[in-house]
C-alpha cells in the first residue's frame, strides 16, 4: 500500500481550562467521586496539549471556566460548528446542562451571528463528526443525543447525517470509539476520508455502515479503545492521542499520520481525553 503524502491543516480549536474540575457524581461509567481529581496535575496535562497545538500550528481561544461547571473542561459537548454555523448544546444530564449557555454565549461574543438553540438532547462534537471537508457528518445516538437531533442537525447544517447505534456504555459518545483522521478532499473518484475507529462500540448494523463507507479504515482493539484512544484529535497529520493507546502508533504511521502521545490521566476521571476537551470552530 502506497503511503499517501499529508499535510496539516491549521485549525481553530476552543478549551476551557479545568480550574473547577473535579468528579463529584457520576453519569458515565469513568467517573467515580471516590477517586479525588488532582488539580495541579489536571492543570499541566490540560495546558500541555494546549502548548502542543500552538506550536503545531493552530490557534486556540480559551473559554473562561464557571465554578458550577466542573465538566466545563470538556469543550467538545458544548455545541457543533460547520461553515460558522452553530448547533448548540442541549444537555441529557442537569449537571451540566448551565453549560449550554455559556458555549452560545462565547459563539455569540465571538462574532457567530446564526447560533442555534436546539430542540433535542444533543451534546455536541461529542455525538457528532463532521467528515469529508463538511460535506456531511456522523451522529452518535444510544445513551446521550437523541435520535431526533440527527434530523434536526441535517435540517440546520442541510447536509446529511448518518447515524451509529452506540451500544457499550463506556463509550457513551461517538468520540470516544470514533476519530475522522482526514476529511478527505470530498471531490468524486477523489479521496474520501479516513477514519479509526472501535466495532465492539457499535451495534451491527452500524459496524456494516462503517465497513462499507470506510473500508480501509483503522480499526481499533479493545484495549486501546479503553485506554481512550479514539478521543483522538487530526489535522490531516498529526493525530494527538491517548498516549496509552499503543497499539494505534503503528497503523496510523503505516498511513502517514503522525501519531502524538498525550497524558491526560486526571480528566480521564472525568470519562474525556484529547477531543473531549477540544472544540473544533469551523467558521465560514
Given at each position: 500500500?502506497?503511503?499517501?503524502?499529508?499535510?496539516?491543516?491549521?485549525?481553530?480549536?476552543?478549551?476551557?481550562?479545568?480550574?473547577?474540575?473535579?468528579?463529584?457524581?457520576?453519569?458515565?461509567?469513568?467517573?467515580?467521586?471516590?477517586?479525588?481529581?488532582?488539580?495541579?496535575?489536571?492543570?499541566?496535562?490540560?495546558?500541555?496539549?494546549?502548548?502542543?497545538?500552538?506550536?503545531?500550528?493552530?490557534?486556540?481561544?480559551?473559554?473562561?471556566?464557571?465554578?458550577?461547571?466542573?465538566?466545563?473542561?470538556?469543550?467538545?459537548?458544548?455545541?457543533?460548528?460547520?461553515?460558522?454555523?452553530?448547533?448548540?448544546?442541549?444537555?441529557?444530564?442537569?449537571?451540566?446542562?448551565?453549560?449550554?449557555?455559556?458555549?452560545?454565549?462565547?459563539?455569540?461574543?465571538?462574532?457567530?451571528?446564526?447560533?442555534?438553540?436546539?430542540?433535542?438532547i444533543?451534546?455536541?462534537?461529542g455525538?457528532?463528526?463532521?467528515?469529508?471537508?463538511?460535506?456531511?457528518?456522523?451522529?452518535?445516538?444510544?445513551?446521550?443525543?437523541?435520535?431526533?437531533s440527527?434530523?434536526?442537525?441535517?435540517?440546520?447544517?442541510?447536509?446529511p447525517?448518518?447515524?451509529?447505534?452506540l451500544?457499550?456504555?463506556?463509550?457513551?459518545?461517538?468520540?470516544?470509539?470514533?476519530?475522522?483522521?482526514?476529511?478527505?478532499?470530498?471531490?468524486?473518484?477523489?479521496?474520501?476520508?479516513?477514519?479509526?475507529?472501535?466495532?465492539?462500540?457499535?451495534?451491527?448494523?452500524?459496524?456494516?455502515?462503517?465497513?462499507?463507507?470506510?473500508?480501509a479504515?483503522?480499526?481499533?482493539?479493545?484495549?486501546?479503545?479503553?485506554?481512550?484512544?479514539?478521543?483522538?484529535?487530526?489535522?490531516?497529520?498529526?493525530?494527538?492521542?491517548?498516549?496509552?493507546?499503543?497499539?494505534?502508533?503503528?497503523?496510523?504511521?503505516?498511513?502517514?499520520?503522525?501519531?502524538l502521545?498525550?497524558?491526560?490521566?486526571?480528566?480521564?476521571?472525568?470519562?474525556?481525553?484529547?477531543?473531549?476537551?477540544?472544540?473544533?470552530?469551523?467558521?465560514?
Amino acid at each position: 500500500m502506497r503511503t499517501p503524502r499529508r499535510s496539516a491543516t491549521p485549525r481553530r480549536y476552543l478549551m476551557c481550562p479545568p480550574a473547577y474540575f473535579r468528579v463529584s457524581y457520576s453519569i458515565n461509567p469513568w467517573m467515580d467521586p471516590g477517586k479525588p481529581v488532582d488539580l495541579a496535575v489536571a492543570q499541566a496535562q490540560w495546558e500541555d496539549l494546549r502548548d502542543r497545538y500552538r506550536a503545531l500550528g493552530h490557534t486556540v481561544e480559551e473559554l473562561v471556566p464557571h465554578p458550577g461547571c466542573p465538566d466545563m473542561v470538556f469543550t467538545a459537548n458544548g455545541a457543533t460548528v460547520v461553515d460558522g454555523r452553530v448547533l448548540g448544546a442541549r444537555f441529557a444530564f442537569a449537571e451540566r446542562g448551565a453549560e449550554a449557555a455559556v458555549h452560545a454565549r462565547w459563539y455569540r461574543e465571538h462574532g457567530f451571528a446564526d447560533v442555534r438553540e436546539p430542540l433535542h438532547i444533543n451534546e455536541g462534537e461529542g455525538d457528532f463528526a463532521v467528515a469529508v471537508t463538511a460535506s456531511w457528518l456522523l451522529g452518535g445516538r444510544g445513551f446521550r443525543s437523541s435520535p431526533l437531533s440527527h434530523a434536526e442537525a441535517q435540517e440546520y447544517f442541510r447536509r446529511p447525517v448518518i447515524g451509529l447505534d452506540l451500544v457499550d456504555p463506556r463509550f457513551y459518545h461517538l468520540d470516544t470509539a470514533l476519530c475522522v483522521l482526514d476529511g478527505g478532499d470530498g471531490e468524486p473518484g477523489g479521496r474520501g476520508a479516513e477514519i479509526m475507529y472501535y466495532p465492539g462500540a457499535f451495534s451491527p448494523g452500524s459496524r456494516a455502515v462503517l465497513a462499507r463507507l470506510f473500508p480501509a479504515a483503522v480499526v481499533a482493539s479493545a484495549a486501546d479503545a479503553a485506554a481512550f484512544g479514539l478521543n483522538a484529535v487530526s489535522d490531516g497529520l498529526h493525530v494527538l492521542l491517548p498516549a496509552g493507546a499503543v497499539g494505534l502508533f503503528g497503523p496510523l504511521r503505516e498511513r502517514g499520520f503522525e501519531p502524538l502521545g498525550m497524558d491526560l490521566g486526571e480528566l480521564l476521571k472525568g470519562g474525556g481525553s484529547v477531543k473531549c476537551v477540544t472544540a473544533e470552530v469551523r467558521p465560514g
